[in-house]
C-alpha cells in the first residue's frame, strides 16, 4: 500500500463528504445550520488504524435485534467476526447484515473516545464487496473511514444503536469526530 496515495484518498473522500453535507438537499445537517458549515471534524489519517483482516464468519448466521434510536428493534444477521490488536489489545468486532444477499457488511462500534472526542452513540464503517476487499480476499477495516450516524446531525433520524458486544475498551483514534454545529 502506498501511505501517500491512500492519505489522499481519505482526504479526497472528507472533502466530498463535506460538500455533500454542505451543499445537497439530502444531507442530515439541518437546513438553518448548512450556510456555517465549515467541515465535519476528522481524526488525521493513520495507517495504524487500517487492517487487512480475514473475516470469521459465523456457521450459522444467527439473527439479532439491534434497537435503534426510535426505539424500534432491527433484526439483522450476525454475520461474522473480525479479530485484530490496537495497542496490545486484541479486539474482535461483530460485522452485521441487513439481509443475507446484501454486499455489504456493517460494522458498528463505539471505544474509548465515544462521549468525548467522537460520538457518544459510537460510529460506523460499511463494508463494501468487492471494493473492501484486498487481491486475496481479506477485508480491509480501515477505522479512517469510520461515520458518525445521521442521528448525530439531527433529531430527524433513527440509527441503530452499537450492541455492547461492538464497545472496545481501546481508543479508535480515526475516523470522524462528534460534530460542532
Not at 482526504?11 to 437546513?31: L, M, N
Not at 439479532?64 to 479486539?91: A, H, K, P, Y
Not at 462500534?109 to 460506523?124: I, V
Request: charged share 30%.
Amino acid at each position: 500500500m502506498n501511505i501517500e496515495a491512500w492519505k489522499r484518498q481519505i482526504e479526497r473522500e472528507r472533502k466530498q463528504k463535506d460538500r455533500f453535507f454542505k451543499e445537497h438537499w439530502q444531507s442530515p445537517i439541518p437546513e438553518k445550520d448548512r450556510r456555517g458549515f465549515k467541515g465535519l471534524r476528522y481524526f488525521p489519517p493513520n495507517a495504524t488504524y487500517r487492517f487487512e483482516l480475514e473475516l470469521h464468519e459465523h456457521p450459522q448466521k444467527k439473527i439479532v435485534q439491534i434497537e435503534d434510536t426510535g426505539g424500534n428493534l432491527r433484526s439483522m444477521f450476525r454475520w461474522g467476526e473480525f479479530r485484530f490488536t490496537v495497542d496490545g489489545t486484541e479486539c474482535v468486532l461483530q460485522a452485521y447484515k441487513s439481509d443475507a444477499r446484501e454486499p455489504v457488511l456493517f460494522v458498528p462500534f463505539k471505544d474509548a473516545t465515544s462521549g468525548k472526542e467522537t460520538y457518544g452513540a459510537g460510529r460506523y464503517l460499511d463494508l463494501h464487496d468487492p471494493e473492501d476487499r484486498t487481491a486475496d480476499g481479506k477485508w480491509i477495516l480501515d477505522f479512517n473511514k469510520a461515520y458518525n450516524p445521521w442521528c448525530a446531525f439531527s433529531w430527524d433520524f433513527v440509527c441503530p444503536y452499537v450492541p455492547p458486544e461492538n464497545w472496545l475498551k481501546v481508543p479508535i483514534l480515526a475516523g470522524e469526530m462528534s460534530y460542532q454545529s
